[in-house]
């Protein structure tokens, strides 16, 4: 009842941002994003416009985390709408090329910077993705998910459907379809099946 009545005393603060999604060169993105975090989160779809513009309320009052992203894919115009509707301040998405359907869950104290996220990935609290020099930084590939604690950095390229484990730190490349874990990271899953490999 109280996160209800909190969202709709809210919505009025949120009228700029819907507005600024709903003209956005990023919407179809944007609307990726958003049905993606609802269907996490609320384990329902968005089936028509007014319950997208519902979701879009209702995730944007709730969830500081989409916030950062969605003032990340609206560019500079967000620096007049943070103040109605503040992002979370321990969280930096430094990416120029993130894809579709990001999802943070929690993202305290998370750190994104990165030549490139690929789409659907999934980013735990208390990460970093990031530079080894001025130059060297990760590429993220598609659908992976990088848990709580985790570091991934330096010049390396994390391939498609990878989870890296809590609190591993990768500083070289993994290949595609792997489960890595420990300091430094190790595969422990590779196409499905358990094995112990060192990555090179």
Same mark, same amino acid.
């Given at each position: 009842?109280?996160?209800?009545?909190?969202?709709?005393?809210?919505?009025?603060?949120?009228?700029?941002?819907?507005?600024? +999604?709903?003209?956005?060169?990023?919407?179809?993105?944007?609307?990726?994003?958003?049905?993606?975090?609802?269907?996490?989160?609320?384990?329902?779809?968005?089936?028509?416009?007014?319950?997208?513009?519902?979701?879009?309320?209702?995730?944007?009052?709730?969830?500081?985390?989409?916030?950062?992203?969605?003032?990340?894919?609206?560019?500079?115009?967000?620096?007049?709408?943070?103040?109605?509707?503040? *992002?979370?301040?321990?969280?930096?998405?430094?990416?120029?090329?993130?894809?579709?359907?990001?999802?943070?869950?929690?993202?305290?104290?998370?750190?994104?910077?990165?030549?490139?996220?690929?789409?659907?990935?999934?980013?735990?609290?208390?990460?970093?993705?990031? +530079?080894?020099?001025?130059?060297?930084? *990760?590429?993220?590939?598609?659908?992976?998910?990088?848990?709580?604690?985790?570091?991934?950095?330096?010049?390396?390229?994390?391939?498609?459907?990878?989870?890296?484990?809590?609190?591993?730190?990768?500083?070289?490349?993994?290949?595609?379809?792997?489960?890595?874990?420990?300091?430094?990271? +190790?595969?422990?899953?590779?196409?499905?099946?358990?094995?112990?490999?060192?990555?090179?």
């Amino acid at each position: 009842m109280w996160k209800s009545l909190y969202i709709i005393i809210g919505s009025a603060r949120l009228i700029p941002h819907l507005l600024c +999604y709903l003209i956005s060169q990023n919407r179809t993105i944007i609307t990726y994003d958003l049905e993606r975090w609802y269907q996490l989160l609320r384990n329902r779809k968005i089936t028509d416009l007014m319950r997208n513009v519902f979701a879009f309320i209702e995730i944007m009052s709730l969830y500081p985390e989409f916030r950062n992203l969605f003032y990340k894919r609206i560019g500079r115009i967000s620096y007049l709408l943070k103040w109605l509707c503040r *992002p979370l301040p321990t969280l930096y998405l430094s990416t120029k090329e993130i894809g579709p359907g990001l999802f943070l869950q929690h993202s305290f104290s998370t750190m994104i910077a990165a030549k490139r996220v690929g789409s659907n990935c999934w980013i735990n609290q208390q990460v970093t993705i990031g +530079y080894s020099n001025s130059t060297d930084c *990760p590429t993220i590939g598609n659908n992976v998910t990088i848990y709580a604690g985790a570091k991934v950095i330096g010049k390396v390229t994390v391939g498609d459907n990878c989870v890296i484990g809590a609190n591993a730190v990768v500083v070289k490349d993994i290949p595609p379809n792997c489960t890595v874990v420990g300091v430094p990271a +190790y595969i422990v899953r590779k196409n499905g099946i358990r094995v112990t490999e060192a990555l090179k």
